[in-house]
């Protein structure tokens, strides 16, 4: 296993009856929620890093470019609930270490459409609160790096983003990207919109979600819906294109690693412009329909940069080629 490269969620999501309303507003519960004001067109060249720039002033960009808090050092949460055991981090105070995360974190984030993670804030639990921390454990476990590369939560407190960084400030992009795609995943059911019977009518008949996360680690997972049989790994397999559902079947374990993994690849290309490890993934037709419905979902639940919405089309264009 290469735990440096493997994203571990922490998915605490608590159901409710919502349905969409007019642009901007949505109805919860009998609550109206107000999605944020934001300009998705504004001009972000002021905040671009400068080699020069101190971890302040690196932290101060981010965090106007994107509406989001950067918390590092000293400062940041230390135990996090998952299930039965708590995740205890440990500091990480070293200041070349932290500029580089934040260097790598703001190169990850910037693949998003402008305005997007802005949007995600919501007046209960505020804007998003990305924690930059030391090795984490679990439970009883001694922290260790790589362990936990990143991992989110929805939580009634806020909502936040954790990132490994204790090996000297790396940061693999792809973590972050798939768990920015957990947290997208939570405000848009949150609003109503990708909702579970949608989801389901482009999988296989019959098919339900394994909700287990052991099970993949133990490896009881079959891979007979799968495009690859290891993250990272070019396919070997060799099942009809009609058969495959999945990146690999770490996205059978449920809906929302379904959809991170699902986007890995193009944000994975839009990332670092590395198309060679799922070059034809795209092309398969159960694939493709999945993400042109999350897509869709997405422009229809977010006000987003048009150019930039545009980019993203090119790019699945591109890699659906054949």
Known sequence: MMAALL???VITLTACNSKPQEAGTTEVEGTTIEMPKVDVNRDLSQFEL??????REMEAKIEKKYDIDVVYGNDIRTRFDEEEDDLRATVYTDEAGIKTA???LDNALKVLPRGLIAQIADPKRGILKIYLLGAVGQGENEPESGAYPAFTDFEDRELFLAIDISLDGFINPPDILHEMTHVIDFKMQALGHLREEDWNKFNPEGFTYYI????YYKNEI???????????????????????YFLYNYAEINAWEDRATLLEPLMIYKALGNNTIAPDFYTFPHIRAKIDYLLKEVTNTFELNAEDVASWKQSLEKMSSK
């Open 50 to 55: 400068k080699e020069e720039d101190t971890i």
């Open 212 to 215: 287990d996360y052991e099970k």
């Open 222 to 244: 079959p891979k007979d819906y799968s495009y690859t049989e290891f993250h990272y790994v070019p396919r070997l397999l060799e099942q009809d294109p009609n058969d495959v």
């Open 7 to 9: 994203s571990s969620a």
């Open 102 to 104: 934040l260097q790598t």
